[in-house]
């Protein structure tokens, strides 16, 4: 099978390859999770005669001969000599080098693991006037690459030319890099999320079905452990971050909750629960028109499809599993997967909400509304957005069954209209997102379907 095609990171490329052709020699720094694509990303971008190399976790003096060696495919003899440290390998390349070359150090969090001296190492070496060739740093640890380059007391804040974070692709892309049509595209990225490797692992096998049972839920497969790997790219200890995932992940969406299971202060949780906002693994919602300020009202959830799928299927179900009972597991299963699916869909509906016009307007970004209406009662909108030029609000419901009664929809949106505080002044626009949509109205409601979201989402 051949590998995936490299999708998208016009961004990022673009950013890259504009420090690598500047006349100042400069620093750039690329992260993001796991099996995003940053090492594919380096190689795209990568010369003829520019440095690539990828660390690991042996001693540094060893990673110091390996960099030499790759150096030498460029400096013919470079690897002849030992050298005693970064330092003095970093200055004989930069003395030996033509102009504008570039280092590329991935899996850089390894290499200051071995050596702690070596981001104050670099520093010296950027800010030397003497420098002539350009660094990339890249990593995994998102604590980490982030200490080096954003903490204002890191040795080398401040100094890198392009800071690129490498994120999980959009949801549109999937359906080019699984061949699949939309309603399966949105399936599949409920399991896989926008990770380019696992679309990758996936496009293997001829099922969605097969290969979940495949690469998830059998005992020894590529992915069966995978949140735990991904926690400990980034945190000293993953057990707290791994008991929050697994309560939100399984319904506890609320800090009282979550802290009622724990036996646990709420107070103690907000650290650690930022921490997962920051790395991008948990969201939090407010109700549309507040702010974090203004209410206690908050639902934390799982921003990740793939963990998602993975704390609700794989962890409540791990001693099954070890048994290899996984057909029992996939059994089940699938009793509750379309639920899991909808709610994939509810995200993918508010994301791209801004990205087309409905209703003859442009919107802002989407967020769900809960609270009382105006007669006193509980009420949730699955999705409301407000207009650019803000005087339309958009009231949306997002279905993931077999069959939407169209007019019923509609029927709740009127009388929602009616109740929601946030109304008053404004002109309504009323749109559902279906399984099966296609650009149809029925009277004033715009109707949504996964093709037109996931075109937008690209």
């Known amino acids: 099978m051949p590998r995936l095609l490299f999708l998208d990171r016009e961004r990022e490329i673009r950013r890259l390859l504009s420090a690598l052709a500047g006349d100042v020699p400069g620093l750039a720094v690329v992260y993001g999770r796991r099996r995003c694509g940053k090492s594919t990303l380096l190689q795209h971008i990568v010369r003829p005669h520019d440095v690539y190399y990828v660390a690991d976790q042996r001693d540094a003096v060893l990673q110091i001969q390996s960099v030499a060696g790759e150096i030498a495919r460029d400096i013919p003899g470079f690897d002849q000599v030992t050298y005693p440290s970064w330092s003095a390998l970093l200055e004989t390349w930069n003395a030996r080098a033509a102009r ?197 009202r908050s639902f934390y959830r799982l921003a990740d499809p793939f963990l998602m799928f993975w704390y609700r299927y794989v962890q409540p179900n791990r001693s099954l599993l070890e048994q290899g009972l996984q057909e029992t597991v996939y059994t089940e299963m699938m009793k509750t997967f379309p639920q899991h699916v909808a709610a994939v869909w509810e995200d993918l509906a508010r994301a791209s909400t801004a990205r087309f016009e409905l209703g003859g307007t442009r919107w802002k970004p989407a967020q769900r509304w809960w609270g009382r209406g105006h007669d006193g009662r509980p009420m949730e909108l699955d999705l409301v957005a407000e207009s650019l030029e803000g005087d339309a609000l958009l009231l949306g419901e997002v279905k993931w069954g077999t069959r939407t009664d169209l007019r019923v929809v509609r029927a709740h949106l009127r009388a929602s209209a009616q109740q929601l505080p946030q109304t008053r002044g404004k002109r309504i626009v009323l749109g559902c997102w279906v399984k099966q949509g296609g650009r149809r109205r029925v009277s004033d409601l715009r109707v949504v379907g996964p093709d037109e979201v996931l075109r937008a989402l690209r």
């Open 100 to 296: 504008g070359r570039c280092l590329m150090l991935d899996e850089f969090p390894y290499l200051v693991q071995m050596a702690p001296e070596l981001p104050s190492v670099l520093q010296k070496f950027v800010d030397d006037r003497r420098t002539r060739v350009h660094l990339i740093l890249c990593g995994s640890s998102q604590r980490m690459m982030q200490g080096i380059v954003l903490d204002a007391a890191a040795p080398l804040y401040g100094r890198a030319r392009e800071i690129v974070p490498v994120r999980p692709l959009e949801a549109g892309w999937i359906q080019e890099a699984l061949g699949i049509q939309d309603t399966q595209a949105v399936e599949a990225y409920a399991v896989w999320g926008g990770v380019p490797r696992y679309w990758e692992l996936a496009r293997s096998y001829p099922s969605l079905a097969e290969a979940i049972r495949t690469l998830i839920l059998e005992r020894d497969s590529i992915l069966h452990h995978e949140p735990e790997r991904l926690l400990l790219d980034d945190l000293r200890s993953a057990t707290q971050a791994h008991s929050l995932l697994s309560l939100i992940g399984q319904g506890c969406h609320r800090l009282s909750e979550i802290a009622g299971r724990l036996s646990k202060p709420a107070g103690h949780l907000g650290r650690p629960l930022a921490h997962l906002l920051e790395l991008g693994y948990v969201t939090r919602d407010i109700p549309y028109g507040e702010t974090i300020k203004s209410t206690k």
